[in-house]
């Protein structure tokens, strides 16, 4: 009898244990979500959503969009009451989706220069390239500092104190006996060559070591903006950010070799870093005026890796109104990137939606003043990152994919130019390619990433802040046409077919990037920057 009833106790627990069991995984099985297929967020993406933004966003009633205009102000108004209504998360918590850029509207200032009782005009001798500063500095000497260059391989500055001196620098960098360049180790150039970002570099290795002012003696940058910049600094064409951003700026001038050489007394001709005796003043007053503006940002948090980012981005304004007032509208540059961001973010908000979030978070970057020097951008990566630099995965770049390029005569409709898949990460060139391969098919065309292009567009968008920090990027590019920073690039001429399969390509590039087990490698930084 205790037999018995010990089975049949033992059996009720047994098949009340199993009923709970069956019980757990039929409630279980209710709550997966079967695998997610990109395509069905991809397909929300549509040439009838592309064209109905983007006759509103390239309309009169944005006047251009120029930065620091009224025109610009309803473009940002129009992109926070997008992510409103789509109900997409601010990037910036509290902030309405708006990260303050501030900056200056740039005038040319009085600047004057005395070396040994000489005085040095401005523009004749030597022009200004730090418009916000204003102050006076002097001194007993110079320190020439040869390229002035600062890397772990080759640095001019070591043993050297400038720490409130006045330096002065060449151009170019140093090269081996057998024509390759001693910092690089290759035949190509480092981002201390020649052109706006070896400058900048060279001011910053400056401003690193303590220097109170910059002499840079160049030929070619000396004649290019003696003649250009009284043309086009006159506040309104011009901006540049505030010193109150956090970059540090010092009295920058740029002067011809001949007076560089003078100034230093004939050791421009040499690579010896040396402190040389030399009465020296210069002085600076600023008429630079203060002007908020501001980029937009929204953010699709990551379901496993929220911490790791993939940034999608596109410039929201434009160049105006000319003198007789009528509109340049923008429509292809950046109309075209900036409605190709809404309707990604709003793809990724329905796969939210249906369960299926990414893995790594998506930020939608909307930058002021690409038209006046990459500003909102360059605000971003170099003075308020909205996410750590070093937690960013990958920057998608678009500027300027509605149309095509008529100096393109050969290959397919469906095409893109793509610009620095490979720079940066062998991986993401190779995603890319499997991507496109996959559910797209547009013909990849990499004429413009050739490092010898003359055109240099490596260097021209705001993927280009993003890459100079080791962060791997893709610009999506449709090339120039006749109508480039023109009244004619207008909604009416853009392609929406392609607009809408290449806005999908990116969707998918991100949507992988986004999801996939590990984050790409950086495997190539050090040959990602060259002069710009």
């Not at 279980?28 to 395509?39: L, S």
């Not at 329905?350 to 909307?366: I, N, W, Y």
């Not at 968008?461 to 890459?467: E, G, L, R, V």
């Not at 990116?506 to 490698?521: G, P, S």
Request: proline share 3%; aromatic share 10%; net charge negative.
């Amino acid at each position: 009898m205790k037999n018995f009833l010990l089975i049949a106790v033992l059996s009720v627990v047994f098949l009340s244990c199993k009923t709970t069991k069956d019980t757990n995984v039929t409630n279980q099985t209710t709550k997966i979500v079967a695998p997610a297929n990109p395509t069905d967020y991809a397909n929300t993406i549509t040439t009838d959503e592309l064209k109905e933004m983007l006759y509103v966003y390239a309309s009169d009633e944005f006047e251009g969009r120029n930065t620091g205009d009224a025109g610009h102000d309803k473009a940002v108004d129009y992109l926070t009451q997008f992510y409103k209504d789509q109900n997409i998360t601010s990037a910036i918590k509290g902030a309405n989706y708006i990260q303050n850029v501030p900056l200056n509207r740039l005038f040319v200032p009085e600047v004057e220069l005395e070396v040994n009782g000489k005085s040095y005009g401005a523009f004749d001798s030597m022009i200004s390239r730090s418009y916000s500063y204003s102050g006076e500095v002097t001194g007993k000497e110079v320190v020439y500092v040869g390229f002035g260059i600062d890397e772990e391989n080759y640095s001019d500055y070591s043993n050297l104190d400038v720490k409130d001196k006045i330096v002065v620098a060449k151009a170019g960098e140093p090269m081996n006996e057998d024509g390759s360049f001693t910092i690089s180790g290759t035949t190509e150039k480092t981002k201390w060559s020649n052109g706006r970002q070896g400058r900048r570099s060279k001011r910053d290795a400056a401003v690193a070591n303590g220097a109170k002012a910059f002499i840079y003696a160049e030929d070619a940058s000396f004649n290019y903006y003696s003649k250009v910049i009284k043309q086009y600094y006159d506040g309104d064409k011009t901006l540049g950010i505030s010193l109150d951003s956090g970059d540090k700026e010092i009295l920058f001038l740029l002067v011809s070799e001949a007076v560089g050489n003078e100034i230093v007394g004939g050791a421009l001709e040499s690579n010896e870093v040396k402190t040389i005796p030399a009465m020296i003043s210069a002085s600076q007053k600023s008429k630079s005026k203060p002007l908020n503006s501001s980029n937009v940002a929204a953010i699709i948090e990551g379901s496993e890796f929220p911490n790791e980012y993939i940034v999608v981005s596109a410039h929201l304004d434009h160049v105006g109104v000319n003198d007789k007032g009528e509109v340049y509208n923008g429509a292809d540059d950046d109309g075209s990137g900036t409605v190709a961001v809404l309707e990604m973010a709003e793809a990724f908000n329905q796969a939210v939606k249906a369960g299926h979030a990414p893995k790594r978070s998506v930020v939608f970057l909307h930058v002021t003043g690409e038209e006046k020097g990459l500003l909102g951008s360059r605000y971003y990566t170099d003075m308020d990152p909205i996410f750590p630099l070093e937690d960013t995965v990958a920057n998608l770049n678009i500027d300027m994919i509605g149309r095509t390029d008529p100096k393109r005569t050969e290959g397919s409709r469906n095409y893109i130019y793509l610009i620095g898949s490979d720079k940066l990460s062998t991986e993401l060139h190779n995603l890319s390619e499997t991507v496109n391969s996959k559910y797209t098919n547009i013909e990849l065309d990499y004429k413009y990433n050739d490092d010898k292009d003359p055109n240099r567009f490596y260097y021209r968008s705001d993927h280009y802040n993003f890459a100079k920090n080791d962060i791997p990027i893709i610009f999506y590019f449709n090339g120039t046409h006749a109508d480039y920073h023109k009244v004619g690039d207008t909604p009416d001429k853009i392609q929406y077919d392609l607009l809408e399969n290449r806005t999908r390509l990116v969707f998918y590039t991100a949507w992988e990037l986004a999801n996939r087990t590990d984050r790409i490698v950086v495997d190539k930084a050090k040959e990602a920057i060259g002069s710009n």
